[in-house]
Each structure stands twice: as C-alpha cells, then as structure tokens.
C-alpha cells in the first residue's frame, strides 16, 4: 500500500495501438443467391404484412432487411475467420445468424398483425 502509483492513473502504454488492418470479407456466388432468396423470402412477407397493415408491412422490410445484411456480414465474418466450410457448413453458418431474429420478428409481426385484425373485427 505504500507505492507511490494511483492505481486509478495507470502509467501510458509503452507503444500506441494500432488497428489492424481491414480485409475484405469474400462471398461465393452461393452465398449471394442466398442472400437473394432470403430478400425474396422478406418481401413476400412484408407483401402479406401490407395487406392487412400498411405500416406493419413497411416496418417488416425496413427491419427484417436490416436483420438479414446484419446477418449475413455476420456469418460472413466468421467465414473469413474459419473458411474451411464446405458448402453445407456455410448454410448452416448463415441460417444460424439469421434464424433467432426471423423468429423473433416473424413473431412480433405475426403478434401485431393478429391484434390488429382482432381489434379490426371486434370494433
């Protein structure tokens, strides 16, 4: 207890930090036709969202598009970490990243949307 160093005023670090560098992440052809597939996947969603709410539509594509680029730079980052996946791996990686926010989305949709039409018919 008698050093003469505040323990809350560390001393500097001896070198600066510096940043790695950035890579750029690589995608197969196969993961871009899943990326589409999944925005197709979104649109017909929001599609059958617009018709019973216009604002529920317009709010499950702005975030399940969100959810799925997130998502898919996600799995692509692990990838770049670990690319020795073959195919089967790499879908599996993908839907990993992108099934917990479909499901939670998919519910909070399904959810609004049944309350709207609940309140819809009862009023």
Known sequence: ???GRDI???PPAPLAW???RPEPLRWTRTDLVGLLAVCGLLAFASALAWRAEPTIGLLTALSGSLVVVESWFTALGFL???PEHSASQRLRIFLAALLPWAFGLGIS????VG????SDRLL
Do not use: E, G, I, Q
């Open 1 to 3: 207890m008698n050093s």
């Open 115 to 118: 309350l709207f039409t609940f």
């Open 18 to 20: 510096a940043p790695p």
């Open 8 to 10: 809350y005023d560390p």
């Open 109 to 112: 949709v399904l959810l609004m």
């Open 80 to 82: 770049h970490r670990r």
